[in-house]
């Protein structure tokens, strides 16, 4: 059974920096494409960023682009998201999920085994 767990979420001023993080449970971490997604109220879940099995390459969203960074270390079975310069407009809650089949690599049906989120607040 596969379980992710999110953290790191929490409030913080335009302009800071947080580090959110995605632990995974049970085997293969390290054979599968990690994703995050947010959703901010009222609103649908939305690509921000992915990562290939080895870390090698990665993918980030236009709108967090320049800002946002992500990593893996297989070896904790961890996938991380570097968030800087955050906007308000980044307020949501953020989730880790694994990718479990091909297409664009930010579609929502590529993902299962999605965590409970983590939120991040932005004030202005």
């Known amino acids: 059974q596969v379980q992710l767990v999110e953290s790191g979420g929490g409030l913080v001023q335009a302009g800071g920096s947080l580090r959110l993080s995605c632990a995974a449970s049970?085997?293969?971490?390290?054979?599968?494409?990690m994703g995050w997604f947010r959703q901010a109220p009222g609103e649908d879940r939305d690509f921000v960023a992915r990562i290939n099995w080895s870390g090698s390459m990665t993918y980030v969203a236009n709108s967090v682009k320049g800002r946002f960074t992500i990593s893996r270390d297989n070896a904790k079975n961890t996938v991380y998201l570097q968030m800087n310069s955050l906007k308000p407009e980044d307020t949501a809650v953020y989730y880790c999920?694994?990718?479990?089949?091909?297409?664009?690599?930010?579609?929502?049906?590529?993902?299962?085994?999605w965590g409970q989120g983590t939120q991040v607040t932005v004030s202005s």
């Open positions: 999920a694994r990718r479990i089949r091909d297409g664009s690599g930010s579609s929502l049906g590529e993902y299962a085994y």
């Open positions: 049970g085997r293969a971490f390290s054979s599968y494409d």
